[in-house]
């Protein structure tokens, strides 16, 4: 592997995240240029997006998916192998919600994760912490009729990366998911409330605007937490969409 | 009021356990003689390949139905696994992940009513997915093609591959010279 800059230290990422979020127009999403992200440099554009208003896009539609695409077994990223895995198990739940606020129903929920000591099961992921040989953390899910999800899993660790010197991603469950159009499709990482190493990430503070920040971080609730079993956490995740998506369907609205 | 929308975040690296399914890349029914392959690269500003992305396609069914039947990850009742679709319905959605050259390659029928295929790509880097369309037929009356000065029109042209029939090129420049113009949908 290649050396890091000796000077790449948290504070002087620190500062350059103070720097770039102060020059970025507060918005939703992380600009696609956010130079304290090293791994963004040479990878977005630098010509403005072309917008599209025809109504007939292609893209205002979307795939479907239904039974045939998830197991019951899917939710729970605890009974994929014999065993059980090693961690804290945790329960996560929430609605996922349009941008008028109305369900997302039948829509398929993707999760993946590191395990509890911060590994993920790929050749990639080189840090030397050990694998779980009953844990791959990958799961699936529909949305029901109110737009609910939900997963068992266990509580993944928060692991070294090379961004600068010294890096740690705090833990995280990657999410995707699916709206009723191509346009709502989301990428994007679910947190886990008062970890120290939240204010240190370039990838969460690339997201400049702190209210959008905490969108990311899920809830800790008690009300979901099984005695004698697991922890709860609660995250509610609404799909962004042109004004054209949210716009439709009136008369499906409850 | 409507809710604000939760932020979107980069893939990362490792989504190759989670994400790509067996047969994702086969939109088509196996031997449609229709089948056409939509092949390209991503890359990067420096034109290196990008070799952790992922790219999905969604489109029309031949006959230009926009409903997508579900079934693409469709599953074995035994052991859970995904056996890929049975090809009788068409999903019109694609998702494979770039090999280590930054290539990737989807099989499928022409798009039903319109003269290209939507494209999201995603990527380590990436904080934000990026929308394009590889456009089959270069349409004189498509409003986006005719909007784009002809150098950047140009990157929207999937383009045939001289000596082999019914493949159809489409590389994805993520930054620099010949950047691949992508769209937003206000």
Known sequence: ?254 | MSPAPTPSHTVGPFFGYALPFTGGADVAPPHHPDTLTLRGRVLDGDGQPVPDAIVETWQPAPDGSRTGAPGSMRRDAVTGRVVGRHGADFTGFGRVATDADGHWLVRTLPPGGVPYVCVAVFARGLLHHLYTRAYLVDDPDDALLAALPPRRRATLLARPEPGTPRVHRFDVRLQGAGETVFLEFP
């Open chain 1, 1 to 254: 592997m290649t050396a890091l800059p000796p000077d790449l230290t948290q504070s002087a990422i620190d500062t350059e995240i103070a720097k770039a979020q102060a020059a970025a127009h507060a918005g939703d999403h992380p600009p696609r240029d956010f130079p304290p992200y090293r791994g963004s440099a040479l990878r977005h554009p630098t010509h403005p997006l072309i917008p599209v208003r025809d109504p007939e896009a292609v893209e205002l539609t979307g795939p479907a998916f239904g039974v045939t695409d998830v197991t019951d077994l899917d939710r729970d990223l605890t009974r994929h192998h014999a065993g059980e895995p090693l961690g804290e198990r945790i329960t996560v739940t929430g609605r996922v919600l349009d941008r008028r606020g109305r369900p997302v129903r039948g829509q398929l929920v993707e999760i993946w994760q590191a395990n509890a000591s911060g590994r993920y099961a790929h050749q990639r992921d080189q840090h030397p912490a050990p694998l779980d040989p009953n844990f791959t953390g990958f799961g699936r899910c529909l949305t029901d009729d109110e737009g609910r999800y939900s997963f068992t899993t266990i509580r993944p660790g928060a692991y070294p990366w090379r961004n600068h010197t010294n890096a740690w991603r705090p833990a995280h469950i990657h999410f995707s998911l699916f709206g009723e159009a191509f346009t709502q499709r989301l990428v994007t990482q679910m947190y886990f409330p008062g970890d120290p190493l939240l204010p240190l990430d370039p990838i969460l503070q690339s997201v400049t605007d702190p209210a959008a920040r905490d969108r990311l971080v899920a809830a800790y609730d008690h009300g979901l937490s099984v005695p004698e079993w697991s922890l709860g956490y609660r995250w509610d995740i609404v799909l962004d969409g042109p004004a054209a998506t949210w716009a439709e369907n009136e008369e499906d609205d409850r």
